[in-house]
């Protein structure tokens, strides 16, 4: 499980600056070059205040982010983008339900979130209680 920050601005549902989207390429092609069979990726976009909304859907960050995955050779089938974590109460919440839903069939937990690290949400704090965990690059790189 990698949480990413993809809390990128939307204009009309189309990115306009994909450089949160970007920074984390790295640590996602080195963890399937390193040997990872799959990669659930989260991150939150917006406030839909707990509960879905298209208007923050995360679609147009997984169609970019296919693209700059594919463009480094990585298998996008390798890579799954779960729907933004703020659809859920438990994200904020930091709701234990909502974190074991999260890490179900998940071995490892990497952080590569910094514009997200400091929240208590279920996403950043949940999973290092229960998984072996790391920082992503980006995270490493701006501590």
């Not at 995955?69 to 339900?97: H, I, K, M």
Request: glycine share 6%; net charge negative.
């Amino acid at each position: 499980m990698v949480r990413c920050d993809f809390n990128v601005p939307l204009a009309s549902g189309v990115i306009t600056d994909d450089l949160r989207i970007r920074l984390p390429i790295d640590t996602l092609v080195w963890l399937l070059d390193e040997g990872a069979a799959k990669l659930t990726v989260c991150s939150h976009l917006g406030r839909p205040k707990g509960k879905p909304d298209p208007k923050y859907s995360i679609e147009p960050v997984r169609k970019r982010l296919n693209e700059l995955l594919a463009a480094q050779g990585a298998d996008t089938s390798q890579v799954e983008l779960l729907e933004n974590l703020r659809f859920n109460p438990g994200e904020e919440a930091n709701d234990p339900a909502f974190v074991a839903t999260l890490i179900e069939d998940q071995d490892l937990y990497v952080d590569d979130a910094f514009g997200a690290a400091h929240r208590a949400h279920a996403s950043i704090v949940g999973p290092p209680a229960h998984l072996p965990s790391a920082a992503g690059r980006v995270l490493a790189r701006e501590v």
